[in-house]
């Protein structure tokens, strides 16, 4: 469920994005007959990544992106120590990239793309 208000003080949940995993498998199927390892490599890989997106929840706070499976948080990212961010080819959204203090940060885009881009820029404003 995603929830988005203009108010940047309100828990937004992402909707998950099932595109690149539904089409790395997709694409897997073809390839069965070229390249049976570099097929089934894609198609565990798309696996994977369904699994993720049925079971990871980014939830944008007033201070933190929160990681959640389930109801079990995983990791906090606080806002204040983030430097940069920025979504990889934004008409076909496919990795995630964020900067903070001490770290760098890549995921996979298996959120509804035109949220996560609203909450950033809401949550995280570049300078």
């Known amino acids: 469920m995603t929830t988005v208000s203009s108010s940047s003080r309100q828990t937004v949940e992402l909707a998950p994005f099932y595109g690149l995993p539904v089409t790395l498998i997709v694409a897997a199927l073809p390839l069965l007959f070229l390249q049976i390892w570099v097929s089934l490599a894609i198609a565990l890989l798309g696996t994977f ?50 900067k903070e203090v001490n770290s760098i940060h890549f995921l996979p885009v298996l959120f509804d793309p035109q949220v996560l881009q609203q909450c950033l820029e809401t949550r995280c404003p570049r300078s």
């Open 49 to 98: 990544l369904l699994f993720q997106t049925v079971a990871i929840r980014l939830r944008f706070t007033e201070t933190d992106l929160d990681v959640y499976r389930g109801d079990r948080l995983l990791r906090r990212f606080p806002y204040r120590d983030w430097q940069n961010w920025q979504i990889f080819w934004p008409a076909l959204p496919i990795l995630f990239y964020f």
